[in-house]
Structures are given as structure tokens and as C-alpha cells.
């Protein structure tokens, strides 16, 4: 009996133990949910983008003060309705896709999504979504996340990028009209005034001539783009409104925005401005060597116009082929030069006039360049954009990269083009580049190498060896119709006294010669004459710029050499280049260059650049690659931030032409603080501060503008893996 007990105490034992167990563990999950609960609470409250909850008929069922912030709403306002009844419109196809997918998966992510409030205000998002378990039935949990400014930043580089391109071939097409500046002044003055009607989007651009004592004023031509008609003739007399003829005589641009209540023009005859509906002013100086000859003015009409820098920049282009107009009709005027009028100015006057042309663009130009192609790579590392996007930016790169080409050709043409010569043996160069022009020309062309013996070095770019047989061989291509071969080769040559005065052009001394020969169509007397000026060509209309042998012939000259060529019609031509001989010994071979971006190390880098976007731009590139940055938009902010952090900066990575000093001056102030301190200028123009006659001075590390993020980041690893500036 007693045993039947213990059995009967045991089994009630186990009993109460596995109940005590199972409310143990029953009590814990019940915690466990609990804390899970409020866990997902919390998460879905403090998201610092959009969520909420919606039943399977798209009824909200909870939303986020991310989501209220974002919507303008409260709550209170949202529980119970549907998107549509808020008010909020979205595609329908898109709703149905994603609903279709949430249903077949359970689950969407990243699909981008346009929102159109009831207000009309449109928001970009990346929507993501989970069919989830909610209070006992299933629910859709969404998270939006708003990428409305990254959509503007896009279509901002796209809008900028297709002005750009227009304010580019409009200004292509003012040079390539060469033989109107030189037949037709008046015609010139016309294109001038109505392209710049177009780049500024102004109403009225005229042209005034001052009298040589600056009592009057005439108009020499008006354009109006609202009747599409040209005018001249209206003259002022100067001593009306001193202060703005004063203003013009500083030889400053000009901005007003309103002409009535400006010092400078409120002088003005009224019945002139009023005549006219005339509000707001551009004016740029005309210059004839030292004396202002005249202005651009660029006249708004009917309200206020804030003139922007861009504006000005323009303008001043504009006006830089005024100039040239006036230059070539005053030298057409003069009896000393009119004989030989028309070589002199086919060649050296239009040389000036693209060097003037490149000069003076080539900075802003450079620097919007710089802008769109850093942010279309910025933008291009985002893991979120769509291939769509992608593919744009890639376009806008691209485009930006031919500009830039563009730009490189006139420099080399203008020998304003800044270089890094080296010492080099001419063959092992070529020999490099052969397997390279062999592809280029085609496998229907014989491509023949024949390098000298016992080449001399010379001295120059390596980068322009590269534009010269490129642009050789490009042309040999195209003159040659069908089956046919191309000879490059080089040689020790020498020219005494004697032989020059024999041979025209040629000059005394001992040089490297560089020869490519085809056998061609060939060309007449007449063609080889013109070959060397810009925007010449043989070739058939948009198969050629022009500007192939006039960028060769630039290098050429600013490398202390000459060209030679000899052609006739139906048996090819030969190109021989004339290269100093160098004194110095041949330098080390080039290396090959990485194809990605170096990254830092976390280094110090100070970087000054006086235009806003740039250095933003300059920063953020910085920064992706692993540098700590300093920027500052002047000297000034520079000296003060070197000031408080030299014994940390790394890297002085400059603007070369800024306000207030150059870069080199800052330079030399900056490294007097801490001499470990490495220099980096970069630059849009031919950064006169640092180059002598376009070429780098030894020691100093330039990047020319645009660059990109890759050029950038192996410029600086050089720069900081190199002895201090000293």
C-alpha cells in the first residue's frame, strides 16, 4: 500500500513540475513577444524615412512621424483612408505591378515610385515592401525613402550639360566662320549680336564705337530678336551721361539690373531707354591693344534681370571676337600690309584669334567641365540609381569628355596648352604607340616602322607624341582610298647656314626628324598652303574639324621646332617634323598607370578654390577618396585655416588664379608654416603663375582642368609619395 503511494506522490510531483515548466516557458515567449513588440515600435517610430502599415485593400493602418513630417499630415488625418482618398496620386500600372509582385513574392525592394500630392507637389522615392503578420492578420509594412533632390541634381546636370553643348557649337560656329571676319565686318558684327541674343537669352545686343576722345558714342549694329531685324546708326552724345561713359573707360564689365536707379546709367536719355523698354544692362569693353575701343551691351527689357557670372563670362567671349573683327577690318585698311594681307592673316591672326579665344575661355570653360564630369562620377557610385540613370550620366560624361578635347586642340594650336616635357628616345616612344595606330588605321592600310639609329634624345610632352601621330595617321587613313600604306620614321639630321638660306623655313641647327608618309590622293599647291590654319580642311563637310594639323603645328612650335611638308595630287604626302636635339640624358621610362582611383590614407588635404561648385565638387571627391579635408573658398580662409591646422595638412591643393594672390604666392605663404607641407596647383587656364612659356617649372605638380576623379587621385598619391615642396 504504502509503495502504491509513493508512486501515486511521484506521478503528482511530475505533474506540478511540468505545469510549472510550461508556465515558465509559456510566461518567458509572452516576454519575448513582448519586447519584440515594442522592439518593432520603436524601429518603426524613430525610422528616419517613411513607414507604415496597410491593410491588404490599402487602408492605413499605422503610420510614422517620418511619414507625417514628410506627407504634412497627422495621423489622425491618415488611419482608415487610401492614398487616393488622401489625396496623393501615383501611377496606376506601377500600383498594380507592385501589387501584383507583393502578392506572387510577399516582397518588393527599391522600386522607384513618383507622387504627385494633392498640393501638385512631386516627390521621387525608392519604395520597398513586406506582406507581414500585424495583430493577428496579414498586412503590407512599406518604407519609402524620399530621393527627390538627387532627381533634381540629375536633371540639373542634364539642363547644364545641353546648355553647355549649345553655348559650345554656337561658339564653334562664330570660329569657324573665318572668312567672314575676314570679307564682311559688318556680317560678323551681325552673327556676334544675334548669337549672343541666344547664348544670354536677351532681347537687344549692340554693338558702340567711341570717338577717340569719348564725346560720342555710336551704334554700329543692334539686333532685336523679337522682329529678327539689324540696325545701326543711333549715336549719343557721350557728355550726357559721364558717369557711365567713366564707368566704361575703367574697362570693367558693366552689370545693372535696374537702369533707372543705378549711378552709372541713370543718366542715360531717358528717351533712349524708355524708346526702347530698356531695364537692365551688360556692357564688356571692346579693346584695340591698349584703348577701349567700344562695349558689347546686352539690353533687357521690361523688368529686372540680375546678371549672373556666367553671363559676364560669355559676354566677354563675345567680345573677344569683336575685337578680332575690328582688328582684321583696321589691318585691311592699311596700305603697308595690303599685299600680304591675306597670308598674314590665314596664319598669324588667326592663330592670335583662337589663342585669345582659348585663353580666355578655356578657364570657365574648364571649370564647368570639371563640375559636371566629377558629379556625373559622384553620382555614378551611388548603389541605388537605375541603369537608365546610369546610362545618362554616362552620356553626360561622355559629352563633357569632347568638350574638354575640344578645348585641349585649341590650346595645342595656341601653344597655350601647359606641358611636362621630359627627355626622351623618340623610337622607344613611337615603337609604343605602333600596335596602338595600327588598329587605328585600319587592316586594309600597311603600317611601316622605320626608326633611325642611334637616335638623339629630344625634349617634350609624351602626351603630345601621342596627339601627333594620331593626328598623322588619322589624315594618312583618310587620304588614302582603299588598299595602301603608311611610313613612319625617324632620323639624326643637321642643318648648317648655308642650307637654311637655301630652304626656306628651315632653321640652323641639329634635330630629330619625325616623318609620316601615305600614299594617298594627295593634295595641290593651294590646299598645302592652307593646311596648318585652323579649321582647314580636305575632307568632306563633318568628317573633319580642322584642326588636326593646326594643334600639330602648334606643338611643334612650342616644343623650338618646325614642320615641313611636301604633297602632290595622286602620290600622297609626307609630313616631316623637326625636333631639337636635347643636351640632357634620357629620362625614366614612363610607367603604366592604373586604371582606378588611388585611394588615401587619411591624410590632410587643404584644398582652395575660389569658385563655390568646384570646391564642393573637389571635396566630396576628396573625401570619397579617404582624405580628412580642408577647404576654404579664398586665400584668405586658406592663411587662417593653415593657420590653426599647419602642423596637420599633408597636401596644399590650389587654385592657381584666384583674388586677392595667385596660387603660387599662397603656396609660398602656406609651406613657411610647416615645410613638410606637399603642393598640388590645379588650373582651367595656362596657369601663367607657374609655367614658364607653357612649360612646368621643375618640382611643381600641376592637374589641369577637368579631371576626373582617377587623374585626380593618382596626382596626388605622386604629389605625397614625393620629396616636399621646397
Same mark, same amino acid.
Given at each position: 500500500?504504502?509503495?502504491?503511494?509513493?508512486?501515486?506522490?511521484?506521478?503528482?510531483?511530475?505533474?506540478?513540475?511540468?505545469?510549472?515548466?510550461?508556465?515558465?516557458?509559456?510566461?518567458?515567449?509572452?516576454?519575448?513577444?513582448?519586447?519584440?513588440?515594442?522592439? *518593432?515600435?520603436?524601429?518603426?517610430?524613430?525610422?528616419?524615412?517613411?513607414?507604415?502599415?496597410?491593410?491588404?485593400?490599402?487602408?492605413?493602418?499605422?503610420?510614422?512621424?517620418?511619414?507625417?513630417?514628410?506627407?504634412?499630415?497627422?495621423?489622425?488625418?491618415?488611419?482608415?483612408?487610401?492614398?487616393?482618398?488622401?489625396?496623393?496620386?501615383?501611377?496606376?500600372?506601377?500600383?498594380?505591378?507592385? #501589387?501584383?509582385?507583393?502578392?506572387?513574392?510577399?516582397?518588393?525592394?527599391?522600386?522607384?515610385?513618383?507622387?504627385?500630392?494633392?498640393?501638385?507637389?512631386?516627390?521621387?522615392?525608392? *519604395?520597398?515592401?513586406?506582406?507581414? !503578420?500585424y495583430n493577428g492578420e496579414n498586412v503590407f509594412l512599406s518604407m519609402t525613402v524620399d530621393i527627390s533632390d538627387r532627381k533634381n541634381v540629375e536633371r540639373h546636370l542634364l539642363e547644364r550639360e545641353q546648355k553647355l553643348i549649345v553655348q559650345n557649337e554656337r561658339l564653334q560656329n562664330l570660329l569657324k566662320n573665318g572668312?567672314?571676319?575676314?570679307?564682311?565686318?559688318?556680317?560678323?558684327?551681325?552673327?556676334?549680336?544675334?548669337?549672343?541674343?541666344?547664348?544670354?537669352?536677351?532681347?537687344?545686343?549692340?554693338?558702340?564705337?567711341?570717338?577717340?576722345?569719348?564725346?560720342?558714342?555710336?551704334?554700329?549694329?543692334?539686333?532685336?530678336?523679337?522682329?529678327?531685324?539689324?540696325?545701326?546708326? !543711333?549715336?549719343?552724345?557721350?557728355?550726357? *551721361?559721364?558717369?557711365?561713359?567713366?564707368?566704361? #573707360?575703367?574697362?570693367?564689365?558693366?552689370?545693372?539690373?535696374?537702369?533707372?536707379?543705378?549711378?552709372?546709367?541713370?543718366?542715360?536719355?531717358?528717351?533712349?531707354?524708355?524708346?526702347?523698354?530698356?531695364?537692365?544692362?551688360?556692357?564688356?569693353?571692346?579693346?584695340?591693344? /591698349?584703348?577701349?575701343?567700344?562695349?558689347?551691351?546686352?539690353?533687357?527689357?521690361?523688368?529686372?534681370?540680375?546678371?549672373?557670372?556666367?553671363?559676364?563670362?560669355?559676354?566677354?567671349?563675345?567680345?573677344?571676337?569683336?575685337?578680332?573683327?575690328?582688328?582684321?577690318? !583696321?589691318?585691311?585698311?592699311?596700305?603697308?600690309?595690303?599685299?600680304?594681307?591675306?597670308?598674314?592673316?590665314?596664319?598669324?591672326?588667326?592663330?592670335?584669334?583662337?589663342?585669345?579665344?582659348?585663353?580666355?575661355?578655356?578657364?570657365?570653360?574648364?571649370?564647368?567641365?570639371?563640375?559636371?564630369?566629377?558629379?556625373?562620377?559622384?553620382?555614378?557610385?551611388?548603389?541605388?540609381?537605375?541603369?537608365?540613370?546610369?546610362?545618362?550620366?554616362?552620356?553626360?560624361?561622355?559629352?563633357?569628355?569632347?568638350?574638354?578635347?575640344?578645348?585641349?586642340?585649341?590650346?595645342?594650336?595656341?601653344?597655350?596648352?601647359?606641358?611636362?616635357? #621630359?627627355?626622351?628616345?623618340?623610337?622607344?616612344?613611337?615603337?609604343?604607340?605602333?600596335?596602338?595606330?595600327?588598329?587605328?588605321?585600319?587592316?586594309?592600310?600597311?603600317?611601316?616602322?622605320?626608326?633611325?639609329?642611334?637616335?638623339?634624345?629630344?625634349?617634350?610632352?609624351?602626351?603630345?607624341?601621342?596627339?601627333?601621330?594620331?593626328?598623322?595617321?588619322?589624315?594618312?587613313?583618310?587620304?588614302?582610298?582603299?588598299?595602301?600604306?603608311?611610313?613612319?620614321?625617324t632620323l639624326n639630321v643637321v642643318f648648317d647656314k648655308t642650307y637654311c638660306e637655301e630652304h626656306f623655313g628651315f632653321i640652323e641647327g641639329s634635330y630629330v626628324m619625325l616623318a609620316v608618309s601615305d600614299d594617298g590622293c594627295g593634295m595641290t599647291r593651294e590646299q598645302l598652303s592652307h593646311i596648318f590654319e585652323p *579649321?582647314?580642311?580636305?575632307?568632306?563637310?563633318?568628317?573633319?574639324?580642322?584642326?588636326?594639323?593646326?594643334?600639330?603645328?602648334?606643338?611643334?612650335?612650342?616644343?623650338?621646332?618646325?614642320?615641313?611638308?611636301?604633297?602632290?595630287?595622286?602620290?600622297?604626302?609626307?609630313?616631316?617634323?623637326?625636333?631639337?636635339?636635347?643636351?640632357?640624358?634620357?629620362?625614366?621610362?614612363?610607367?603604366?598607370?592604373?586604371?582606378?582611383?588611388?585611394?588615401?590614407?587619411?591624410?590632410?588635404?587643404?584644398?582652395?578654390?575660389? /569658385?563655390?561648385?568646384?570646391?564642393?565638387?573637389?571635396?566630396?571627391?576628396?573625401?570619397?577618396?579617404?582624405?580628412?579635408?580642408?577647404?576654404?573658398?579664398?586665400?584668405?580662409?586658406?592663411?587662417?585655416?593653415?593657420?590653426?591646422?599647419?602642423?596637420?595638412?599633408?597636401?596644399?591643393?590650389?587654385?592657381?588664379?584666384?583674388?586677392?594672390?595667385?596660387?603660387?604666392?599662397?603656396?609660398?605663404?602656406?609651406?613657411?608654416?610647416?615645410?613638410?607641407? #606637399?603642393?598640388?596647383?590645379?588650373?582651367?587656364?595656362?596657369?601663367?603663375?607657374?609655367?614658364?612659356?607653357?612649360?612646368?617649372?621643375?618640382?611643381?605638380?600641376?592637374?589641369?582642368?577637368?579631371?576626373?576623379?582617377?587623374?585626380?587621385?593618382?596626382?596626388?598619391?605622386?604629389?605625397?609619395?614625393?620629396?616636399?615642396?621646397?
Amino acid at each position: 500500500m504504502m509503495f502504491f503511494l509513493w508512486i501515486v506522490i511521484f506521478i503528482e510531483s511530475v505533474s506540478l513540475l511540468i505545469s510549472f515548466m510550461y508556465i515558465l516557458k509559456k510566461r518567458k515567449r509572452s516576454l519575448i513577444e513582448r519586447q519584440n513588440a515594442t522592439l *518593432f515600435k520603436d524601429m518603426f517610430e524613430l525610422a528616419p524615412y517613411s513607414c507604415v502599415l496597410n491593410s491588404l485593400d490599402g487602408r492605413y493602418l499605422k503610420v510614422n512621424q517620418s511619414y507625417c513630417d514628410r506627407m504634412g499630415v497627422t495621423p489622425a488625418e491618415v488611419i482608415g483612408k487610401t492614398m487616393a482618398e488622401m489625396g496623393t496620386v501615383i501611377d496606376e500600372n506601377a500600383v498594380q505591378k507592385i #501589387r501584383q509582385q507583393l502578392m506572387e513574392k510577399g516582397e518588393v525592394f527599391n522600386v522607384e515610385i513618383q507622387l504627385t500630392q494633392n498640393n501638385g507637389q512631386i516627390i521621387h522615392s525608392l *519604395f520597398s515592401s513586406r506582406i507581414i !503578420e500585424y495583430n493577428g492578420e496579414n498586412v503590407f509594412l512599406s518604407m519609402t525613402v524620399d530621393i527627390s533632390d538627387r532627381k533634381n541634381v540629375e536633371r540639373h546636370l542634364l539642363e547644364r550639360e545641353q546648355k553647355l553643348i549649345v553655348q559650345n557649337e554656337r561658339l564653334q560656329n562664330l570660329l569657324k566662320n573665318g572668312a567672314l571676319f575676314l570679307n564682311n565686318f559688318s556680317g560678323a558684327v551681325e552673327q556676334i549680336t544675334r548669337t549672343g541674343s541666344q547664348l544670354l537669352e536677351t532681347p537687344r545686343v549692340s554693338v558702340w564705337i567711341y570717338s577717340d576722345d569719348f564725346q560720342v558714342i555710336r551704334c554700329i549694329d543692334v539686333y532685336n530678336s523679337v522682329t529678327d531685324t539689324h540696325s545701326s546708326g !543711333e549715336e549719343l552724345q557721350s557728355s550726357d *551721361f559721364p558717369a557711365y561713359t567713366d564707368a566704361h #573707360r575703367q574697362g570693367i564689365a558693366i552689370t545693372v539690373s535696374d537702369v533707372y536707379s543705378d549711378p552709372r546709367t541713370k543718366d542715360i536719355p531717358e528717351a533712349y531707354l524708355k524708346g526702347h523698354d530698356i531695364r537692365s544692362l551688360l556692357d564688356v569693353p571692346i579693346w584695340m591693344g /591698349e584703348r577701349i575701343r567700344g562695349l558689347l551691351s546686352f539690353e533687357f527689357t521690361g523688368r529686372e534681370r540680375v546678371w549672373t557670372a556666367e553671363d559676364e563670362r560669355i559676354a566677354h567671349t563675345l567680345a573677344t571676337f569683336v575685337t578680332l573683327g575690328f582688328e582684321i577690318d !583696321e589691318r585691311k585698311r592699311s596700305d603697308e600690309q595690303r599685299d600680304h594681307l591675306q597670308s598674314q592673316l590665314l596664319q598669324s591672326q588667326k592663330m592670335e584669334a583662337v589663342g585669345r579665344l582659348a585663353g580666355g575661355v578655356a578657364h570657365d570653360f574648364n571649370n564647368m567641365l570639371t563640375v559636371i564630369i566629377g558629379h556625373s562620377e559622384i553620382a555614378a557610385m551611388s548603389e541605388q540609381i537605375t541603369e537608365d540613370v546610369a546610362a545618362d550620366l554616362e552620356e553626360i560624361k561622355k559629352a563633357a569628355r569632347r568638350s574638354a578635347d575640344l578645348t585641349g586642340q585649341l590650346l595645342a594650336f595656341a601653344r597655350k596648352q601647359t606641358i611636362d616635357p #621630359r627627355v626622351l628616345d623618340l623610337n622607344l616612344t613611337v615603337a609604343g604607340l605602333i600596335s596602338m595606330l595600327r588598329r587605328l588605321i585600319g587592316e586594309d592600310i600597311d603600317l611601316a616602322w622605320m626608326p633611325g639609329d642611334a637616335l638623339w634624345p629630344v625634349c617634350m610632352d609624351p602626351s603630345q607624341v601621342d596627339q601627333i601621330l594620331v593626328n598623322l595617321c588619322v589624315n594618312a587613313r583618310d587620304a588614302i582610298s582603299g588598299v595602301g600604306k603608311i611610313v613612319i620614321e625617324t632620323l639624326n639630321v643637321v642643318f648648317d647656314k648655308t642650307y637654311c638660306e637655301e630652304h626656306f623655313g628651315f632653321i640652323e641647327g641639329s634635330y630629330v626628324m619625325l616623318a609620316v608618309s601615305d600614299d594617298g590622293c594627295g593634295m595641290t599647291r593651294e590646299q598645302l598652303s592652307h593646311i596648318f590654319e585652323p *579649321f582647314f580642311t580636305t575632307k568632306d563637310k563633318g568628317k573633319g574639324t580642322g584642326l588636326g594639323l593646326a594643334t600639330l603645328f602648334g606643338i611643334v612650335k612650342q616644343n623650338n621646332g618646325f614642320v615641313n611638308a611636301y604633297s602632290e595630287p595622286g602620290k600622297g604626302t609626307t609630313l616631316r617634323l623637326y625636333l631639337p636635339k636635347s643636351a640632357e640624358e634620357i629620362s625614366e621610362p614612363l610607367t603604366s598607370e592604373p586604371l582606378t582611383a588611388l585611394v588615401g590614407c587619411g591624410e590632410v588635404v587643404l584644398i582652395v578654390e575660389d /569658385e563655390p561648385v568646384i570646391l564642393s565638387m573637389g571635396k566630396i571627391m576628396l573625401e570619397k577618396m579617404n582624405y580628412k579635408v580642408l577647404a576654404a573658398g579664398s586665400p584668405s580662409d586658406a592663411l587662417k585655416i593653415a593657420g590653426e591646422h599647419a602642423a596637420d595638412i599633408d597636401l596644399l591643393m590650389t587654385d592657381v588664379v584666384m583674388p586677392e594672390m595667385n596660387g603660387k604666392e599662397l603656396s609660398e605663404k602656406i609651406i613657411a608654416l610647416n615645410p613638410s607641407i #606637399r603642393c598640388l596647383y590645379m588650373s582651367g587656364y595656362t596657369a601663367n603663375a607657374i609655367v614658364h612659356r607653357g612649360v612646368l617649372d621643375k618640382g611643381v605638380h600641376f592637374v589641369q582642368k577637368p579631371f576626373s576623379i582617377r587623374t585626380l587621385s593618382r596626382k596626388i598619391r605622386m604629389v605625397l609619395d614625393s620629396e616636399p615642396d621646397q
